[in-house]
C-alpha cells in the first residue's frame, strides 16, 4: 500500500492561526496568484482583505492576537506605490506602536510582521506567508489562545 504524500498532522502538533490583511489592490492580487499559480504556503493563513492597510487600526492587531489568532500578518503596497497615496506608509508608521504595544500585553513582536507585495508577487506572497508561519510555530501558541 502506497504512503500518502503529506503526513497528517498529529493532534498533539502546534499549529498556528495567522490572521492575514491584505490589501485590496496589491497583497490580496498576490496572495490570488499564489493561489492560480499552485504555489505552496501553509494553510494555517486566514486572509482579511481590506481597501488599505493604512485602514488597520492598532487595536484591529491587538484584538486579533488577544482573541485567538496566534499570529497577524499585514500585506501591502510598496512604498509608493499606494492606490491610497500614503495608505502604506501610515501602516509603517503604526507597525512600530503596534510592536510596542505588544509588549504591553506580554506578546512577542515576532507575532507581528508588516511586509510589502505587489500583485505581481505571487512567490513573494507564498514566501512571507510561510516564513511567519514557521517563526510562529517556533514561538509556540499565544498566551491568549483559548
Known amino acids: 500500500m502506497a504512503q500518502p504524500a503529506v503526513e497528517p498532522v498529529r493532534s498533539n502538533e502546534f499549529e498556528p492561526l495567522v490572521l492575514t490583511f491584505c490589501c485590496n489592490w496589491c497583497a490580496y492580487a498576490g496572495a490570488d496568484l499564489a493561489g492560480v499559480s499552485r504555489m505552496q504556503y501553509p494553510p494555517n493563513i486566514r486572509i482579511i482583505r481590506v ?3 493604512g485602514m488597520i487600526h492598532p487595536n484591529l492587531v491587538i484584538e486579533a492576537l488577544t482573541k485567538g489568532a496566534d499570529g497577524v500578518l ?3 503596497c510598496h512604498i ?3 492606490h491610497y497615496q500614503s495608505g502604506n506608509m ?3 508608521a503604526r507597525a512600530d506602536s503596534i510592536k510596542l504595544m505588544l509588549e504591553d500585553f506580554g506578546l512577542e513582536p ?3 510582521d508588516l511586509q510589502w507585495v505587489s500583485a505581481s508577487e505571487g512567490a513573494r506572497f507564498a514566501q512571507v506567508a510561510t516564513d511567519i508561519v ?5 514561538l509556540g501558541p499565544s498566551p491568549y489562545r483559548v
Open 51 to 53: 481597501m488599505c492597510t
Open 74 to 76: 499585514v500585506c501591502g
Open 80 to 82: 509608493g506605490d499606494c
Open 90 to 92: 501610515r501602516a509603517e
Open 110 to 112: 515576532e507575532r507581528f
Open 134 to 138: 514557521e517563526r510562529v510555530r517556533a
